[in-house]
RNA sequence: GUGGUUGUGGCGAAGUGGUUAACGCACCGGAUUGUGGCUCCGGCACUCGGGGGUUCAAGUCCCCUCAUCCACCCCA
């Protein structure tokens, strides 16, 4: 059998490749229009810091991060996910020196070596947004209305943003004990990985799918019960401009992110429809992550999106606009002396910015205009022999099945004419 | 890492052990000689994922393997 893609991968080819094309422009707006910059950073990074900014206990870390050694010995890692790498950049170009906060987004490739199945790839895209160096729940407010606002202008409906705030560090502890000794007599009966994550991370019990584990932390305390004045302040003011802005959240008090730099807001946004991977969009608050990679204590919040799965959903919704790419005019040639005029004539309307394409292989005549009927054009061009005799071209306009003659001198004008105003028919 | 599913021509899809492996779509060509989208006709598979086995005989049964898809874990 020949070679075929790696698995978890993908070839996107036309025909599909304009939904991602349509995707990404509409992404691009929202965040000029926020005021938000790319940003583009390397697809592999040093193991290290996603050890660091990722968070040693994570699966990510743990279990799915493709490493490698370079040919110096050095371990690198295909990036995972995008945050700690506009991390690095952020100190390493010395981003905290300009005004801030910095505003970035970023889409590309991620990866991480898992079993695909419905939107789970081992190569996937994400589209982030990051902004470091502002602390107040604005921040948050900003960066979920601009998720919120994508999803609106992509035609979405159905969908679930949740918010919690996950606390910080001063009243986490607080949480982390009131939730042990709540489960402690049960601590037994909890699902194999919440009796680990048990002292390593309890909070993440209360997120656990097991239906057992979820009827044992039934009634047990929540980040929420424990935040401290600051961090209750902060969230109360996250749902005051959420509402203001019109966006439609729940609290979800259960809703703790699987990444450990998460501090105070942690949202995610979800759409049923796509199978069971239904999370497209999931974010938080990091302010302990820029510090952790040896930058300044820059307080951080941002989003990742999974762009697989909202193309998922723009499918199922069927939400996509008409993207029908269509050469305006074919030019057909008919033998050698014909195609050289008819090139000329091409190449004439292409600087003009004219769509438009000329047979390749030498079909007939009939073939051609099968053609061109298949690239969906409004024109054919026909020049052949006898046209070329008498200094003409034939206009067939394949919309109505109508045609003329132009002499060849005034076919480049009048075919742009037509493109310029944008012949519908 | 665990569980299940599927694997026939470019795509979809028949085929319930036995001569030349249906059909549909797509593609290419043609229907009195230079005009498309409809219709009609014709062309287009020598590994039925790969390997091994059972049998007189296997796409059809068994084993192994690879790939795929779906689900769990976890995540986007």
Request: glycine share 8%.
């Amino acid at each position: 059998m020949s070679i075929q893609r790696p698995k978890g991968t993908q070839d996107l080819l036309p025909g599909y490749i304009e939904k991602w094309q349509y995707l990404e422009e509409v992404i691009r707006k929202v965040c000029f229009e926020y005021g938000y910059e790319e940003i583009r950073t390397p697809v592999f990074e040093s193991t290290e810091l996603f050890k660091r900014g990722v968070g040693e206990t994570t699966d990510i870390v743990n279990k799915e991060m493709y490493t490698f050694l370079d040919k110096g010995e050095r371990s690198m890692t295909l990036r995972p996910e995008g945050t700690a790498s506009v991390c690095r950049a952020y100190v390493e170009n010395k981003l905290y020196g300009t005004q801030q906060p910095v505003k970035l987004y970023y889409v590309g490739p991620m990866f991480r070596y898992e079993r695909p199945q419905t939107g789970r790839f081992r190569q996937f895209h994400q589209f982030g947004a990051e902004v470091l160096g502002a602390d107040k729940p604005v921040v948050d407010a900003e960066v979920i209305t601009l998720v919120w606002d994508l999803y609106q202008r992509l035609g979405l409906t159905g969908l679930e943003v949740h918010i919690n705030s996950v606390g910080c560090p001063s009243c986490r502890p607080l949480h982390r004990e009131s939730l042990q000794s709540f489960l402690d007599q049960r601590r037994t009966d909890l699902c194999r990985d919440c009796q680990d994550r048990f002292d390593r991370n309890p909070m993440r019990i209360l997120d656990c799918k097991n239906p057992s584990c979820q009827t044992l932390t039934h009634g047990a305390p929540t980040t929420l019960d424990h935040l401290c004045e600051d961090c209750a302040s902060h969230f109360t003011q996250l749902q005051e401009l959420l509402e203001a802005a019109g966006v439609a959240y729940k609290v979800n008090s259960r809703l703790v992110r699987g990444l450990d730099y998460y501090r105070r807001t942690a949202f995610e946004v979800l759409v049923e429809e796509i199978g069971a991977q239904s999370a497209i969009c999931g974010g938080g608050r990091y302010d302990g992550l820029v510090e952790e990679i040896g930058g300044p204590s820059t307080p951080g919040i941002g989003f990742a999106m999974g762009m697989e799965r909202v193309l998922a959903a723009i499918e199922v919704q069927k939400k996509f606009p008409e993207l029908k790419p269509a050469q305006f005019a074919m030019v057909i040639a008919l033998g050698d002396k014909a195609q050289q005029r008819g090139f000329s004539i091409l190449s004439e309307l292409r600087k003009s910015g004219v769509p438009a394409s000329i047979d390749l292989v030498g079909r007939s005549l009939k073939a051609q205009l099968k053609a061109a009927d298949r690239v969906n054009a409004h024109y054919a061009l026909i020049l052949g022999q006898d046209e070329l005799d008498r200094g003409r071209v034939v206009i067939r306009n394949l919309r109505l099945g109508e045609q003329s003659e132009v002499p060849v001198s005034e076919i480049v004008s009048v075919i742009s004419d037509k493109y310029r105003e944008g012949a519908r028919v």
